[in-house]
């Protein structure tokens, strides 16, 4: 059973445009939660991480916001570019420790147009 | 930057084919990991090692190998390529499992 949902699966916005992007997740525990960006054919990288109860984080124009009560992440991007067209990925983490495992969604695909 | 490389970026095999896929990272991490990804699945943990000589099982390993020569290479061997396993492989690598992965560019598989 897939622990981790993305919605929604594809989305199409206008440049210059705002837009969200969920996730939620049945993975306990529940460490951290990471978004990434895929862009085509290249590997993952790194947006943000968020660890407590209520986290929000900001990096740019992406912030991201993690309530760990409702199993329930957003990821939000403010003033899309084209470069912003990409799969964004959620995951998350279930153990600081050596033990743990990442949980990964299958991800949003993001498509940006002029 | 972590750095993580991968080759071949692409290759196609045929079925029953022997497949090496290649990991190198230069970050002194100790953690290395597998995966593959396919469309309306989110990244799945094939194989994983937290350093040289050492392997742990992920969750899809059958079928798969790998071998971790040294802290900086980690190695995914197909022995009997079947068409099920064309996908897109990316490898990552951590200082610690928990921390934040680092990951390759990925290898495009088609086993035809």
């Known amino acids: 059973k897939t622990q981790v949902e993305q919605s929604p699966q594809s989305l199409v916005v206008r440049q210059g445009e705002n837009c969200v992007l969920q996730?939620?997740?049945?993975?306990?525990?529940?460490?951290?939660l990471r978004w990434f960006k895929q862009d085509t054919g290249k590997g993952l990288v790194s947006l943000t991480v968020?660890?407590?109860?209520?986290d929000k984080t900001s990096n740019g124009r992406y912030s991201a916001t993690l309530d760990k009560d409702a199993k329930h992440s957003t990821l939000h991007i403010t003033a899309t570019l084209l470069d912003d067209t990409a799969t964004y990925i959620c995951v998350v983490g279930d153990r600081g420790s050596a033990l743990g495992r990442l949980h990964f969604g299958a991800g949003t695909q993001l498509i940006v147009i002029p | 930057e972590a750095a993580v490389t991968q080759s071949p970026r692409n290759k196609v095999t045929v079925t029953g084919g022997n497949v090496t896929l290649s990991c190198r990272q230069t970050n002194s991490h100790n953690y290395m990991y597998w995966y593959r990804q396919d469309t309306g699945h989110g990244l799945r943990l094939i194989h994983y090692?937290?350093?040289?000589?050492?392997?742990q099982i992920g969750d899809v390993p059958d079928g798969y190998k790998a071998t971790r020569t040294t802290q900086e290479d980690f190695f995914l061997l197909l022995e009997l390529a079947s068409p099920s396993q064309t996908s897109l492989y990316f490898c990552a690598s951590n200082r610690d499992n928990y921390a934040e992965q680092f990951f390759g560019p990925g290898t495009r598989l088609t086993v035809l």
């Open positions: 090692s937290y350093g040289a000589g050492n392997l």
């Open positions: 996730c939620n997740y049945s993975v306990t525990p529940d460490n951290h």
């Open positions: 968020l660890v407590h109860e209520n």
